[in-house]
């Protein structure tokens, strides 16, 4: 898909409303402090092009956490604009609020450069797609950028409403462009073998993304609790592991549609007795009553990899196993190495499965890691977000 291109917008003494997604994890014993800023950081990029062009002012839009239409202090932009001041090396404005009378005063001062607008899910206009609104953030600038990809899948005041106020002065940020390009080459004639990793807890929550990837892939490894349901649907025993009866009829769908026998199930396991308890080797497909599957064992592990290594393009999505738990994260970190040994381009996409590539070191190998769990899966699944396609368009 074409979008605008930043780079060769006239930016020079404009003013800019840009949309982030700086939504990152904060300390639960500490709330001003942030405990993993990649989100901060894949903005950077933006910030500086924005600078560097010569806008006049910017001034930035985030969400952060759910605080409900309603002020919350826990879920306050202040550890962010600490984080980008410092980062940037110059001043962070936080506002009080996203559209106090303050903010337009402070815009018109000189020294003024970079404004953090308090959190705009503050506002009960936000998830409402706002009219109003979106035309008071409107009012701070004369050009729209939105780099938040993490939430372009929703439709809100500052990702969608927004855009009707900038006809033809819109444009996607760097991080967006980067992600509908890779996203967008995964849908768009991928290089062939192309194989998808599926994991994480249920089929339910990623039934479109199976069905679409049933469509493109050549290969589908399946893993992770939502492995239950397929091996129960084939008639195959799975004792206590995680396997809903509503996950066991909708694998039972994936497999009739699969015609071409794409679907590929683990053939062992690695159990426990309980849910994070001592690990137990499971050769066969069948798992015990009495033990739950947690992580997929070492022959599964080979063969999965055997079919990456012939892969010319990868999707992962969702954990193998239990990988949090260390003694379950193998499976998961095996499928993160055998990516990262191959040539293919590969695009992992999901918040848990993207921590596992972090955690496994090798993010630096994959093609491309995206910003958004929700938001990559839904623009898989069709292929466009409403804040891309309003980007594009207007409303
Ligand atoms: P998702 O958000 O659907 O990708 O699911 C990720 C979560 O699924 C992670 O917290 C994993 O620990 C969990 N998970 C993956 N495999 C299993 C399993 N076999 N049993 C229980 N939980 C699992």
Not at 377 to 394: D, H, T, W
Request: proline share 5%; with cysteine.
């Amino acid at each position: 898909m074409q979008l605008k291109s930043l780079e060769s917008a006239e930016l020079k003494g404009k003013k800019i409303v840009v949309r982030f997604d700086f939504n990152v994890p904060l300390s639960k014993t500490d709330p001003k402090t942030i405990t993993d800023a990649s989100r901060i950081d894949m903005a950077i990029p933006t910030i500086r092009l924005l600078l560097e062009k010569g806008a006049s002012k910017i001034t930035m839009i985030s969400h952060l956490g759910r605080p409900d239409g309603k002020v919350d202090p826990q879920y306050s932009l202040e550890p962010v604009a600490v984080y980008l001041a410092k980062k940037l090396g110059t001043d962070v404005i936080l506002s009080e609020s996203a559209v106090d009378n303050g903010v337009k005063n402070l815009l018109q001062l000189p020294e003024t450069k970079l404004v953090l607008l308090e959190n705009i899910r503050f506002l009960p206009g936000e998830e409402k797609n706002d009219t109003e609104l979106a035309e008071k953030l409107a009012q701070y600038g004369d050009i729209y950028v939105n780099d938040a990809f993490g939430a372009a899948h929703r439709k809100h005041a500052s990702t969608h409403a927004i855009n009707a106020f900038f006809k033809n002065r819109a444009y996607p940020g760097l991080l967006m462009k980067k992600e509908i390009e890779c996203l967008g080459a995964l849908l768009e004639k991928p290089a062939k073998p192309f194989v998808a990793v599926i994991g994480g807890a249920k089929v339910s929550d990623k039934i479109k993304t199976i069905e679409k990837m049933l469509v493109l892939v050549d290969t589908l490894l399946i893993g992770g609790a939502m492995a239950y349901p397929f091996l129960k649907a084939k008639g195959i025993e799975v004792g206590k592991s995680l396997c809903s009866e509503e996950d066991v009829s909708l694998a039972k769908q994936l497999l009739l549609a699969d015609r071409g026998g794409k679907i590929q199930l683990p053939k062992d396991h690695l159990t426990s007795l309980e849910f994070g308890g001592a690990p137990l080797p499971c050769d066969g497909t069948s798992i015990p009553p009495e033990q739950m599957g947690l992580d997929i064992g070492p022959v599964t592990i080979k063969s999965y990899g055997d079919h990456l290594k012939t892969a010319k393009t990868i999707f992962w999505n969702g954990p193998m196993g239990l990988f949090e738990n260390e003694n379950f994260s193998r499976g998961t970190m095996s499928v993160a190495h055998a990516i990262a040994e191959t040539e293919a381009f590969s695009v992992v996409g999901g918040g848990d499965s993207v921590a596992a590539v972090q955690q496994s070191g090798e993010a630096d190998k994959f093609s491309h890691v995206s910003s958004g769990g929700g938001a990559s899966l839904e623009y898989i699944e069709r292929g466009q977000l409403p804040g891309v396609e309003a980007l594009k368009f207007g409303v």
